[in-house]
């Protein structure tokens, strides 16, 4: 799956079946429902997870909190749109899922 694959299916009811919980969570993000993106990596502690985590705090506006996931997930702030962070965090994930 791409990038481009995985945010047009956002279009769709359910994620696509396979999805890591990052990758999910980042689909859900995708279809606006911020809750379920996060419940989605709220507890897991993978490195991945806790990334994904920090970008929706990020996204949340709580930098605190979003600065706290990023250190645990061994990742410095980034400074780039958050859009470019999603697409950074998916393009990653997905690579990572191959």
Do not use: C, I
Request: aromatic share 10%.
């Amino acid at each position: 799956m791409t990038v481009e694959e995985l945010r047009a299916s956002a279009n769709a009811a359910a994620p696509p079946q396979g999805l890591t919980a990052p990758l999910e969570a980042l689909w859900w993000d995708a279809k606006g429902d911020w809750s379920r993106a996060h419940g989605m990596v709220d507890e897991l502690e993978t490195p991945d997870a806790m990334a994904v985590h920090a970008y929706l705090h990020r996204k949340e506006g709580a930098q605190s909190n979003a600065d706290y996931w990023y250190a645990r997930a061994g990742r410095r702030f980034h400074r780039s749109a958050l859009e470019d962070e999603w697409q950074a965090l998916a393009e990653g994930l997905l690579g990572a899922a191959e």
